[in-house]
T-cell receptor
Framework: QQQVKQSPQSLIVQKGGISIINCAYE??????FPWYQQFPGKGPALLIA?????SEKKEGRFTISFNKSAKQFSLHIMDSQPGDSATYFC???????????FGQGTRLTINP | GAVVSQHPSWVICKSGTSVKIECRSL??????MFWYRQFPKQSLMLMAT?????????EQGVEKDKFLINHASLTLSTLTVTSAHPEDSSFYIC?????????FGPGTRLTVT
C-alpha cells in the first residue's frame, strides 16, 4: 500500500530525444506526486510536482502526466541534454503527513 | 528558494565512536524535519521524523537508541550515530518541508573505519 514502483531502473537516451520515466502507486490517499533529480554525491532537488486534480503539468522541458484511475504518473523530459544525466526519483505523499514515499530511482544517461 | 544545509558534508570516524550530523533550514522555520539514509545506487530510506519540541518518530526497523535525533530549534535538527560501525557507513540526507514541498540538504557522507 505504501509502495511507489518506478521503472525503468536505467535509461539511455540520445541527445535531443525524449526521456520517459514511469511510476505507479497503490495508496489512493496519496495526493502529492513530486519528481526529484539527484546528481552523484548531492541531495535530491525538487524538479516538478503535481496534485491529482490535474492530469498534466509542464515546466520548461519537464512534464508530468498523471492518470488517477490507473494510479500512474510519469515524467517526460523533452529535448534531453547531457546535463540531464542524473538519477531521478518519483515520490508520493498524503496531505498532512508530509512523509515522502520514494520510488526505486532511474539512472538516466543522455548520450551526446 | 528554500535552502537546507548539512554539516559536515563528509566525515570519517573509527568504529565505536559517535558522530553528530547537523541539518539547518537557512531561510525558513521547520517544526518537522526528516532524516533519510541512502546506500550506493539505492533509493532514499526514511529513518525518522524529527519534531521540534517533542520526540522523534522512528520508522520500523530503525534503532532509536543508535540514531539519536534532537530537534533543538525551529531551524536545527541533529542526528547522532552512536557507537558507529562500518555497516552504518552511508549517505545521510535531511529534508524540511514547506507545505507539501520537501527541500533536501546536500547530504553527509559517513564512513566508519
Amino acid at each position: 500500500q505504501q509502495q511507489v514502483k518506478q521503472s525503468p531502473q536505467s535509461l539511455i537516451v540520445q541527445k535531443g530525444g525524449i526521456s520517459i520515466i514511469n511510476c505507479a502507486y497503490e495508496n489512493t490517499a496519496f495526493d502529492y506526486f513530486p519528481w526529484y533529480q539527484q546528481f552523484p554525491g548531492k541531495g535530491p532537488a525538487l524538479l516538478i510536482a503535481i496534485r491529482p486534480d490535474v492530469s498534466e503539468k509542464k515546466e520548461g522541458r519537464f512534464t508530468i502526466s498523471f492518470n488517477k484511475s490507473a494510479k500512474q504518473f510519469s515524467l517526460h523530459i523533452m529535448d534531453s541534454q547531457p546535463g540531464d544525466s542524473a538519477t531521478y526519483f518519483c515520490a508520493a505523499s498524503r496531505s498532512g503527513a508530509q512523509k515522502l514515499v520514494f520510488g526505486q530511482g532511474t539512472r538516466l544517461t543522455i548520450n551526446p | 528558494g528554500a535552502v537546507v544545509s548539512q554539516h559536515p558534508s563528509w566525515v570519517i570516524c573509527k568504529s565505536g565512536t559517535s558522530v553528530k550530523i547537523e541539518c539547518r533550514s537557512l531561510d525558513f522555520q521547520a517544526t518537522t524535519m526528516f532524516w533519510y539514509r541512502q546506500f550506493p545506487k539505492q533509493s532514499l530510506m526514511l529513518m525518522a521524523t524529527s519534531n521540534e519540541g517533542s520526540k522523534a518518530t522512528y520508522e520500523q526497523g530503525v534503532e532509536k537508541d543508535k540514531f539519536l535525533i534532537n530537534h533543538a530549534s525551529l531551524t536545527l535538527s541533529t542526528l547522532t550515530v552512536t557507537s558507529a560501525h562500518p555497516e552504518d557507513s552511508s549517505f545521510y540526507i535531511c529534508s524540511a518541508p514547506i507545505s507539501y514541498e520537501q527541500y533536501f540538504g546536500p547530504g553527509t557522507r559517513l564512513t566508519v573505519t
